[in-house]
């Protein structure tokens, strides 16, 4: 079974560019979670979906960050106008999301970095 | 406050020692995960572990509810076994992961 898959692996921005992260969770997992995870901290929950409804986005800065996933499979996280303090991991991951069983599995993520 | 705290913060073994790692929290709980990550890695899921003891080889997560607290014991450590170990609390009715700082383990030859 494949796992969670994310691309890019790694980008490198001036500040005020845009960028988009990409994942692709495990088959037949209707949740999905976006996380940021900035050098030597733990991860932080940006946005999570089940099926293709956002459940909670509290934490997502609305004003540069966005995140969508139209058809409940693959997702978008797109960053408008980066700055420098974005610079981090993010980490995508899915969970069957059933009430006795949610473990969470995660992507490599994407290492970006603001200059 | 924070609702999970991870203790040590850094723990450096001799190979062959024993480690236990601990994953306090404040609020109510529906399940613990602990993962492993090697420094510029991916989170890899250790243990799911929503109560009692679980066992994977050399790994042993016991997670007691009532006292509000978990822990991963780690026996005869191994060079490989060398990274952070991260705690995620699972709230009750919740599926989001909150997680510890993490313990940052050294073992030496």
């Known amino acids: 079974e494949a796992g969670v898959t994310q691309s890019p692996r790694y980008a490198v921005l001036q500040e005020g560019q845009a960028v988009s992260f990409w994942c692709d969770p495990i088959?037949?997992?209707?949740?999905l979670y976006w996380y940021q995870q900035p050098r030597d901290q733990g991860p932080q929950l940006l946005v999570y979906?089940?099926?293709?409804?956002?459940?909670?986005n509290s934490q997502l800065p609305s004003d540069r960050f966005s995140a969508v996933r139209p058809k409940g499979t693959n997702s978008t996280l797109k960053i408008q106008s980066a700055k420098q303090g974005d610079t981090a991991t993010y980490l995508c991951?899915?969970?069957?999301?059933?009430?006795?069983?949610?473990?969470?599995?995660f992507g490599p993520g994407t290492r970006l970095t603001v200059l | 406050g924070q609702q999970v705290q991870q203790s040590p913060t850094s723990l450096v073994l001799q190979e062959g020692e024993n480690a236990e790692l601990q994953c306090n929290f404040s609020?109510?709980?529906?399940?613990m995960q602990w993962f492993y990550q090697r420094p510029g890695g991916s989170l890899v899921s250790v243990f799911y572990?929503?109560?009692g003891t679980k066992q994977s080889g050399r790994l042993t997560s016991t997670t007691v509810i009532k006292e509000r607290r978990s822990s991963l014991h780690i026996s005869s450590s191994q060079i490989t076994d060398s990274g952070t170990y991260l705690c995620?609390?699972?709230?009750?009715?919740?599926?989001?992961?909150?997680f510890g700082t993490g313990t940052s383990l050294l073992v030496d030859p």
């Open positions: 088959s037949g997992h209707d949740t």
């Open positions: 979906f089940r099926d293709e409804a956002v459940i909670d």
């Open positions: 609020t109510s709980l529906n399940s």
């Open positions: 572990n929503p109560s």
């Open positions: 991951a899915s969970s069957p999301g059933t009430i006795n069983y949610a473990e969470q599995f």
């Open positions: 995620a609390l699972e709230a009750s009715m919740g599926y989001k992961l909150t």
